[in-house]
C-alpha cells in the first residue's frame, strides 16, 4: 500500500485506531465512575423501563439524547458501565472519521485528514476523557457540530434541502448540547453567505422548519413546563457582580485554565504540568505547525477561526465561564488539532523534517500526558476539586449495605448515584449530604426524588459519608448526639456507615441541607 492510498484510507484507520487507544485505557480501568455519568447511565435504565425524560435530570439544560442512545447499548449489551463507555467511543469514532473526510475536501489532501486522524486518535488527555465518560451530550455536540460543518461546505448546501438539515442539526444541537451551536452558527452563516439574494428568503425559511423540528424536544418542554427554566439554563451560571467583573474573571478562566487544558499541558482536574520535560519542546512545535497554518488559505483556516472565536466570545461573555471545566473545551481541541493538521500538510511541503519532527512530539507529548495520568491516582477523572476525588463506592461498601438491608438513607451526591446503578437501583440513598468542606449544599444535587422519597419513609435510613469527609462526619455525630440519639458505625474501607438509629431523622433536621418540597416525603 502507497503512502497516498494509507493518507486516503485515514477516514477508516483512524476511527480503528482512537478506539484501539481508548480500548487500552480502558483495561487499565483509567476512567473512574462518578456520578454525572451514573445519572446518565439511570435515566437510560429508566428508559428501557418506560420514562420519556427530555433533559438530563434535575435541570432544563442538556437534552436526553446521549442517555437514549445509552439505553439502546443496554438493549443491546446490557447494563453495565463498559456500555457506557463503548457507546461513547463510537460516537467519537464517527467523529473523527467524519473530521478526517472533512479536512481532506478542504484541502484537497489527503495527508492532511491523515495527520488529523492521528492527532484525533491519540489526542490530549482533556480529549481522551470527555469522549469516552459521559456527562451528558459532548460527543453528540461534537458530532453535530462537525456534521454541520461538512453539510455548510456540501455543493448542495445553498439548496432548501441544505437549510433544513442545518436546521435539524442546529435545533438537535439547541436540546443535547448548545454547546454544539459554535460549530452550527458559523457553518448557518456560511452557507446563507454562499446562497444568492434571491433565493435567501426561502433558504431561512427552510433553516426555520429544520430547527423546530430538531428541537421539537425542547419546545415541547417549553410548552409543558413553561419557558423560564430553559432561558435561565441556557445563560449558564448566575454571578454576583458587575458585567465587567465577570467578564474579566471569566477572560482569566480561559487564559490561565482553559488554554493550558486545550493545549492538552495540564490534565482538566489540576493545574500540574504534564510530561515537563517534553512540555517546552512540544510549545515549539505548536509554534511551527501554528506558523504554517497561519498561512493556510481557504476552508481549513477559516472555519477553525470562526468556532474558537465563537467559542471564546461565549465563555467571557455567559455565564458559562463561571465553570472552567475541561469538558466545555472539547471544540476549542477539535478545531486546533484541525487546523494544525491543515498546517502540518502545507508545511510538509516546503520543510518536510520541521513538520513531520513538530507533529511526531504532539503526538508523544500527548501519549506521554495520558501515561502519566491513567496510572497514578485520582487517574482520568472529571472530577476536579479535591474533595469530589475517592468518592465513588466500592462493591465492599454495596456488599455491607445489602447484607445489613440498609436499602435505603442518606449520602452524598458523588456516593448515591454511582451506588443506585451499580446495584441496581436495590440502593437508593438520597444525595442530601453535602460534600463540599464548607458543607454547604446545593438542592439541584436531588435529581431523582425517588430516592429521597424512600429514604424519608424509611423506619431506619442510614446514613453513608466517606472517611475523609471528617467535617460531615463529626457533624453527624454532634446532631445525633443532640437529638439523643444512639446508633452504630462501621467502616468499610473508604466509607463509614451510621446505622441502627434508635429514630429516624433527617438531614435538613441537622441542618445540613434545606427540606425538600414537601410532596416528595409525603406518606
Known amino acids: 500500500m502507497t503512502a497516498r492510498t494509507w493518507a486516503a484510507r485515514a477516514w477508516l484507520w483512524a476511527p480503528l485506531l482512537a478506539l484501539a487507544w481508548k480500548g487500552v485505557w480502558l483495561a487499565h480501568d483509567a476512567f473512574p465512575f462518578h456520578a454525572d455519568e451514573a445519572v446518565v447511565a439511570l435515566m437510560a435504565r429508566h428508559i428501557l423501563q418506560g420514562a420519556r425524560p427530555v433533559f438530563f435530570y434535575g435541570q432544563a439544560y442538556m437534552g436526553s439524547l446521549d442517555a437514549y442512545l445509552i439505553a439502546a447499548g443496554f438493549w443491546l449489551l446490557g447494563e453495565r458501565v463498559l456500555t457506557v463507555r463503548v457507546v461513547q467511543a463510537l460516537l467519537y469514532a464517527l467523529t473523527v472519521a467524519l473530521s478526517v473526510r472533512l479536512l481532506t475536501r478542504w484541502t484537497r489532501d489527503p495527508a492532511a485528514g491523515a495527520a488529523l486522524g492521528l492527532l484525533m486518535a491519540v489526542p490530549t488527555v482533556n480529549m481522551l476523557l470527555y469522549t469516552t465518560i459521559t456527562l451528558g451530550g459532548y460527543n453528540e455536540a461534537l458530532l453535530l457540530g462537525t456534521l454541520g460543518l461538512a453539510v455548510a461546505t456540501a455543493s448542495w448546501a445553498t439548496t432548501g434541502r441544505g437549510a433544513t438539515v442545518l436546521g435539524v442539526l442546529g435545533g438537535l444541537g439547541l436540546w443535547a448540547n448548545p454547546l454544539a451551536g459554535v460549530y452550527l452558527l458559523p457553518a448557518a452563516g456560511y452557507a446563507l453567505a454562499q446562497t444568492p439574494p434571491t433565493r435567501r428568503g426561502r433558504w431561512l425559511a427552510g433553516l ?274 443532640t437529638h439523643g440519639l444512639a446508633w452504630r458505625e462501621a467502616h468499610v474501607g473508604a466509607f463509614v456507615v451510621l446505622y441502627d438509629l434508635s429514630r429516624p431523622i433527617s438531614p435538613w433536621e441537622l441542618g445540613l441541607s434545606p427540606p425538600p418540597p414537601e410532596a416528595w416525603c409525603e406518606p
Open 208 to 481: 426555520l422548519l429544520g430547527g423546530l423540528l430538531g428541537a421539537a424536544p425542547w419546545w415541547w418542554y417549553g410548552l409543558q413546563h413553561g419557558w423560564g427554566a430553559l432561558v435561565q439554563d441556557l445563560g449558564g451560571y448566575a454571578e454576583p457582580g458587575p458585567w465587567y467583573a465577570r467578564w474579566l474573571r471569566h477572560g482569566l478562566y480561559w487564559l490561565v485554565l482553559g488554554l493550558p487544558v486545550t493545549l492538552g499541558l495540564r490534565p482538566p482536574w489540576d493545574v500540574t504540568l504534564l510530561a515537563w520535560p517534553l512540555a517546552a519542546p512540544t510549545l515549539v512545535a505548536y509554534g511551527l505547525l501554528a506558523r504554517f497554518a497561519l498561512a493556510a488559505r481557504g476552508l481549513a483556516g477559516r472555519f477553525p477561526r470562526w468556532v474558537a472565536a465563537l467559542f471564546i466570545a461565549a465563555f467571557v461573555l455567559t455565564g458559562f465561564g463561571a465553570d472552567p471545566s475541561g469538558r466545555y473545551f472539547l471544540p476549542l481541541t477539535h478545531m486546533l488539532l484541525l487546523w494544525l493538521a491543515a498546517g502540518w500538510a502545507r508545511g510538509r511541503r516546503r520543510q518536510p523534517r520541521i513538520a513531520n519532527a513538530a507533529l511526531a512530539l504532539l503526538l508523544l507529548y500527548f501519549a506521554a500526558g495520558t501515561w502519566q495520568t491513567a496510572t497514578r491516582p485520582p487517574r482520568l477523572t472529571a472530577l476536579f476539586a479535591p474533595e469530589m476525588t475517592g468518592l465513588t463506592p466500592d462493591r465492599p461498601l454495596q456488599a455491607f449495605l445489602e447484607r445489613h438491608n440498609l436499602r435505603t438513607g442518606y449520602t452524598t451526591y458523588w456516593i448515591a448515584y454511582p451506588l443506585a446503578f451499580a446495584s441496581g437501583e436495590a440502593l437508593r440513598f438520597s444525595p442530601r449530604l453535602p460534600y463540599h468542606l464548607d458543607l454547604r449544599y446545593t438542592p439541584r444535587d436531588d435529581r431523582i426524588p425517588a430516592y429521597t422519597r424512600a429514604a424519608c419513609r424509611a423506619g431506619n435510613p442510614a446514613y453513608v459519608v466517606a472517611v475523609k469527609q471528617t467535617a460531615l462526619l463529626q457533624r453527624l455525630r454532634d446532631g445525633f448526639r
